[in-house]
């Protein structure tokens, strides 16, 4: 009987002591090595879990002896399985990090700040759209990035023509001709070429959208003042990619898209081709069209040669073709008469060719040659009048970049021409001009420690109608714990004058007067902002939030103003004063399981101090940003939007009326195709309901400003198909 008893409670400790095993560890982010607080450990063979606390300490107990399968989670990170046998050779806790997760968060290496730093990592404050959030705002408008850029806080896009569509760039409540785009590093939408820009850009080829607000001047010369607009192309990955995308618009609107790129052993390629075509619509019944009625080829390939492993070239062409016509619904419809006879003819012709070669040095070093050769052709016209010319110009860049274990260094010079001639079809002088612009650069990126990235950079600029331009510039990057991180930031800058702003844009450019370069300073401006950033998981790590806020501020001195004068004519004319905008956004990032949602606000508070202190017109001076996406990965999403703007000032004097925007979209994915469907502005909010668009008669109109939406709810819907 004593054995027995013995025997038994050797099994019984033999029990308890299998039962009493321990498992503690530490989970950090891989990157910047910090606590995780609320990542999830689980152990699957029993069904048991714990979170980590703010120090990302994790301790699970009563664990059975043997293999057992152990997950780690957290959102926005990749879930982490570990195989241990138990009892673990050691007490002592184990770290355990997890990387983050390529869908959610995956890295983002910006391109418009020169370095190869990743958008956690840079000090200047750059926004990104990108990936899923990219083909998201492509569905909604996929023959164009007007919309895609009007949804975010801080930029709104200024219809400037309420006939023929064309829009411009608004950051921060300045004017478009203060912000700057470029593709891929390239300036080709500028001067002249900037008209109809935003609409001849479509989204299918971009992999994603960049965007600095406040000067970037110092990074690309003249007229970054606002902020500057990069566009990257998507390049050859090692799988094949094709894509194709149809959408039909209830206005009648067509867009067809496709985009393929494959790698091959020493060569790559990319090419994009799209139609987009628009019918005459008029949803307030007033004759005048709100779209209207156009046809744009584009076609865009590019080569790539990796000729070995220093050494990579790539050659690209795009090119657009466009015809446009808006005005008398009558007259477009081929029913044209005394009354019904005005119209607005746009017909473009814009070719460039893009041309960059990499040699890597060393580990440490490389070299980059840029250039790129652009032709824009473009007539515009009206009853009695024509405005036309050719606009050629070219951009040429050598820099080095030399980066080290905690700085990096970027150095270059670049060579910008921009020549416009204007074609004779009157006796008014021509707005010709012939401008060609030297500058060097230096740029400094410096890991301070391990909570600070101080960024500098000096840029000196020869210009040969207006002079040389001194360019400084500094940003800093404060990793103030796990949570916190914070970026301020300021520069100078500068914009040299030419007729082709969105205020000739909306009289067509007619009876204005060449600019006095004799007589004139170019625009300049000194600037700054300040933002702090917050994010944390909550409810255990099934959620998380961030909130960044920033503050800006932006003077602009010697601004010129489209003035009219004698006998009808206008001139561009330097009052004495300065415009300046402040303000700043909120935005709210809050991600629970499949839904996220997205809030953001915006004041800006733009003043023009001339004789005397007035509101900067057509700036909405609050801005509400509301979006709620659900999602199911790869099956799945739908997402709510409602955008508010308040009054804004016009420039008859009159005050526009407050709006709101709505939207709904909704996608089904299957592996090879979608299918989507976008109501946009299912409200119906147009300005033809709340006020005029125009004075006058329907023969001979007077436009006022486009302040809120002309075309409606519009419905578009389509399939993508991918391999």
């Known amino acids: 009987m004593k054995k027995i008893m013995l025997i038994s409670i050797v099994m019984l400790c033999t029990v308890i002591t299998n039962a009493q095993n321990t498992f503690k560890a530490f989970i950090k982010d891989s990157k910047e090595i910090q606590p995780l607080q609320g990542a999830t450990v689980t152990i699957k063979t029993i069904n048991k879990s714990t979170a980590a606390d703010s120090s990302g300490f994790v301790i699970l107990k009563n664990i059975m002896a043997g293999k057992q399968e152990i997950v780690i989670s957290r959102v926005g990170f990749q879930d982490k399985e570990l195989l241990l046998t138990f009892p673990l050779g050691s007490d002592d806790p184990i770290e355990i990090l997890l990387d983050e997760a390529e869908k959610e968060n995956e890295e983002v ?4 700040t020169r370095s190869s730093h990743s958008i956690a990592n840079i000090p200047t404050r750059v926004e990104t759209i990108s990936g899923e959030e990219l083909e998201e705002k492509g569905n909604m408008k996929p023959g164009d990035i007007r919309m895609m850029l009007n949804e975010s806080t801080g930029i709104q896009t200024q219809q400037t023509s309420a006939t023929s569509y064309n829009s411009s760039i608004r950051i921060q409540g300045l004017n478009g001709k203060y912000t700057q785009i470029i593709r891929d590093g390239f300036p080709l939408y500028s001067g002249f070429s900037g008209g109809l820009g935003l609409l001849q850009i479509v989204p299918l080829d971009l992999k994603q959208v960049e965007v600095i607000k406040g000067s970037a001047s110092t990074l690309y010369g003249g007229g970054a ?6 566009l990257v192309s998507k390049s050859p990955k090692e799988e094949r990619e094709l894509k194709f995308i149809l959408n039909g618009t209830s206005a009648l609107g067509l867009d067809a898209s496709g985009f393929y790129s494959q790698k091959f052993k020493k060569t790559a390629t990319t090419i994009f081709a799209s139609y987009n075509h628009g019918t005459p619509y008029d949803p307030a019944n007033i004759g005048l069209t709100a779209i209207p009625k156009f046809n744009r080829f584009t076609f865009n390939p590019k080569i790539f040669f990796y000729f070995n492993n220093k050494t990579t070239m790539n050659f ?4 657009t073709l466009e015809n446009r016509i808006g005005g008398d619904i009558k007259y477009i419809e081929g029913k044209a008469d005394s009354i019904h006879s005005y119209f607005e003819k ?10 960059s070669f990499v040699h890597t040095i060393n580990s440490n070093a490389q070299w980059d040659f840029k250039n790129s050769v652009s032709y824009y052709n473009r007539s515009i016209q009206i009853p009695d009048y024509t405005f036309s010319g050719v606009q050629l110009s070219t951009y040429t860049e050598v820099d080095y970049n030399y980066k080290k274990e905690k700085s990096e260094w970027v150095g270059g010079i670049n060579f910008l021409t921009d020549k416009f001639t204007q074609d004779k079809h009157d006796t008014i002088i021509p707005v010709n001009y012939n401008q060609s612009t030297i500058g060097a650069f230096v740029q400094n990126t410096w890991n301070a420690s391990k909570i600070i990235v101080l960024e500098t950079g000096l840029r000196g600029d020869y210009q040969n109608d207006y002079g040389f331009f001194l360019l400084p510039r500094i940003s800093a990057l404060f990793k103030i714990n796990q949570h916190f991180t914070s970026r301020i930031g300021g520069g100078v800058g500068y914009k040299t004058p030419t007729v082709f702003t969105e205020d000739g844009e909306k009289i067509q450019f007619k009876n204005i007067l060449p600019i006095d370069v004799k007589n004139t300073h170019a625009e300049n401006s000194y600037g700054g902002n300040f933002d702090i950033n917050y ?8 959620a998380s939030l961030s909130i960044n806020q920033l503050f800006f501020y932006t003077q602009i001195g010697n601004p010129l103003v489209l003035t009219p004068i004698a006998n009808g004519y206008f001139q561009y004319l330097r009052p004495n004063g300065f415009i300046n905008t402040k303000g700043m956004e909120t935005n709210i990032i809050l991600i629970y399981k499949n839904f996220k ?17 007035t509101e900067f017109p057509l700036v909405a001076r609050h801005r509400l940003n509301n979006v709620l996406v659900y999602e199911i990965d790869d099956k799945l999403k739908i997402g709510l939007e409602a955008y508010y703007f308040s009054p804004q000032k016009l420039n008859d004097g009159a005050t526009g009326k407050q709006y709101w925007l709505t939207g709904f979209i909704i996608e089904k994915i299957w592996k090879n195709f979608s299918i989507f469907a976008n109501f946009e502005n299912f409200t119906d909010t147009r300005q033809t309901k709340f006020d005029t668009i125009y004075t006058g008669t329907i023969t001979n109109p007077t436009f006022r400003d486009i302040y809120a939406p002309v075309d409606g709810f519009v419905l578009n819907g389509g399939l993508k198909i991918k391999f």
Do not use: M, P
């Open 316 to 319: 690209g062409v795009n090119a």
């Open 346 to 355: 746009n017909k473009t012709n814009r070719y460039s060719t893009q041309l």
């Open 597 to 613: 949602l997205f809030a953001g606000y915006t004041l800006a508070d733009v003043k023009q101090h001339y004789t005397t202190t």
């Open 225 to 230: 003042i606002a902020g500057l607009v990069n």
């Open 109 to 112: 290496v910006i391109t418009a």
């Open 535 to 542: 994010r944390t998981g909550l409810f255990n790590g099934k």
